[in-house]
């Protein structure tokens, strides 16, 4: 039997190791799932797409420093991961804003596996409220309040347009909720203790286009010095 080490006391992990933290878990998910027991710091990193090196020292914070000549226990790691991400208990979830962005979300079937439930979703529009999305009833936006307290949600997601999602942020945290991912792209005022992730396509897309635009100059330089040698 493998003996494991007690759980850390509490720490300071820094916010790069803990926005990788995710990217190990899936790695380490994929690794289970094709039945492996075991992995290298050089094969997890890789399977993460970072150094060996980060990757040790990221997982240095939870305590885990794998066996020499062995590696990492797959099934231990995801569960370190999972418990130091809070993975392993049930978070309740409520979307606001049942556009299409909204039904994927809510559609999405790997929340579930992962320790999230989506637990409710409120729209304005009368067109929408009602409908049935993903075995769930769409509840108006003026019960969110109710709806988080009586569904316990711990996480919100705003999936409205930009207009409508500072107001929807504000009702959240009134309502006692303390993290929030934000779809629309716009910048949320809250107070301090209160977490908010943005995800911005649009930006991404830029950073993408900014990295392709300077590859195609790299190739355009080395093409015009190429003529110019011969």
Known sequence: MTSRPPRPRERG??????ARLPVYLRALQALQDRGTATVSSEGLAGAAGVNSAKLRK???HLGSYGTRGVGYEVEYLIYQISRELGLTQDWSVAIV?????????ANYGGFGTRGFRI????????????RTVASLDVRHIDSLEEVVRSR????GVIATPAGSAQGVASRFVEAGVTSI????????????????????LSIEL???????QRRADGDGQANRAGLEVT
């Open 13 to 18: 992990i820094p916010e790069a190791t803990v």
């Open 206 to 212: 830029q950073i993408l286009a900014f990295h392709a």
């Open 152 to 155: 316990g949600v711990s996480i």
């Open 58 to 60: 990221d997982l240095s």
């Open 119 to 130: 637990a409710a979703l409120l729209d304005a529009d009368p067109e929408v409220v009602g």
């Open 97 to 105: 804003g049942i556009g299409n962005l909204g039904r994927a979300l």
């Open 181 to 200: 991912l934000n779809f629309a792209p716009v910048v949320l005022n809250v107070p301090d203790g209160v977490d908010v992730r943005k995800v911005d």
